[in-house]
């Protein structure tokens, strides 16, 4: 009996078959996967006896809820009341830095006497010790100006970065001026042999020699220091 | 930045001219710069015949040889320093002093500036030879 059954059933048969059984299975669906609407909340009930309230939790105990909430005004943004506060406290480091604005002037961009690249600079530090050199560039701007110069000391090229609101600096003068405009910003090719300028020593000791004729006094011990150090020993 | 195989100027009268570095002692980064001590090889005499004729009468001859290892104190560098004050200084070469074991200058005078980082790094033999610091 059962030969005329399989041959009638081929094994594919037999899957399409059970494929026709199949949707029954989702009326046995569980009631977890049930759809469920959100959960009501009850009101606690406004006429419970008094004598009740302990054992409801504490949160829903009347007047619990009747709790203001302090709702305090939000602090006034300090970006809102000092826009650019960098600004301020470059101005602030300046006061105090720079009391005069002397050295500010000294490289300030609208001022046409300014100290421009390529002119020679005689600074003094408050140790009394003198730097001088051609300005090869100028950089920063506010308090964090600097001034690189370059300098030739016993034939020896030396490139030092000042910083122009340095408290250490007593004084910064242009001992020469560069006879031509420069149409660079940053005069690096001075580095190169065939544009080095050399040592500024003589312009310099010419330079205070001028100025010493001009006030009347004597020359001031800045004169060569190199020289004047040697002279000690 | 002075590092192994960089070729330094010796500016003392030791008799070197041109020297090797070998090693930078005492420092994690390999990279000594002014006022750190070195290892070195001279690599070039410094001929002190015709220049100075007075020199050999007093008796300065060549302390040092070619293919001599000295200890030496690197006194200028090419690459910047930050000083304190926020100043740079650069010098247009890598110089150096040699040093005997004890940290004393093997030569008796020096030819050119060097950088005022010595004081800092107590080189006050060095400092007081130089010609100038800055």
């Given at each position: ?209 001028q100025r010493a004729m ?20 | ?54 020199g050999s009468s007093l ?76």
């Amino acid at each position: 009996m059962s030969q005329p059954v399989a041959s009638r059933f081929s094994t594919c048969c037999w899957r399409s078959f059970f494929a026709e059984a199949r949707p029954q299975r989702q009326f046995r669906r569980s009631m977890v996967t049930i759809q469920r609407g959100p959960v009501q909340k009850l009101e606690v009930p406004s006429d419970l006896p008094p004598q009740l309230l302990p054992q409801l939790p504490e949160r829903y105990r009347p007047g619990r809820n009747r709790r203001d909430i302090v709702i305090h005004p939000s602090p006034i943004s300090e970006a809102e009341t000092c826009k650019d506060p960098v600004a301020h406290v470059d101005k602030q480091q300046l006061s105090i830095l720079d009391p005069t604005g002397a050295r500010a002037r000294l490289f300030d961009k609208a001022n046409p006497d300014r100290a421009k690249v390529g002119d020679v600079l005689l600074t003094t530090f408050k140790t009394g010790e003198p730097v001088s050199g051609v300005i090869m560039s100028i950089k920063g701007t506010g308090p964090h100006t600097s001034v690189l110069l370059r300098n030739q000391l016993t034939t020896i090229g030396m490139e030092m970065s000042i910083k122009v609101h340095s408290p250490l600096v007593q004084s910064m003068e242009i001992a020469q001026r560069s006879p031509k405009r420069k149409r660079r910003a940053r005069l690096y090719y001075l580095r190169k042999p065939e544009h080095d300028m050399g040592s500024v020593q003589k312009v310099v000791d010419q330079y205070l020699r001028q100025r010493a004729m001009l006030t009347g006094g004597k020359p001031s011990k800045q004169a060569g220091s190199f020289r004047s150090r040697k002279g000690k020993k | 930045m002075i590092q192994l195989k960089t070729m330094l100027n010796c500016i003392d009268n030791s008799g070197a001219a041109v020297v090797e570095c070998v090693a930078v002692m005492r420092k994690k980064i390999q990279h000594a710069t002014i006022g750190d001590r070195i290892i070195v090889v001279v690599q070039k005499q410094r001929s002190f015949g015709p220049e100075n004729p007075g020199g050999s009468s007093l008796g300065i001859t060549n302390k040092v040889r070619r293919g001599d290892i000295r200890h030496a104190v690197v006194v200028r560098a090419k690459k910047e320093v930050q000083r304190k004050d926020g100043s740079l200084i650069r010098f247009d070469d890598n110089a150096c002093v040699l040093i005997n074991k004890n940290g004393d200058p093997i030569g008796t005078r020096l030819s050119s500036v060097v950088g005022s980082e010595l004081r800092d790094k107590k080189w006050s033999k060095i400092l007081s030879l130089a010609p100038m610091h800055v």
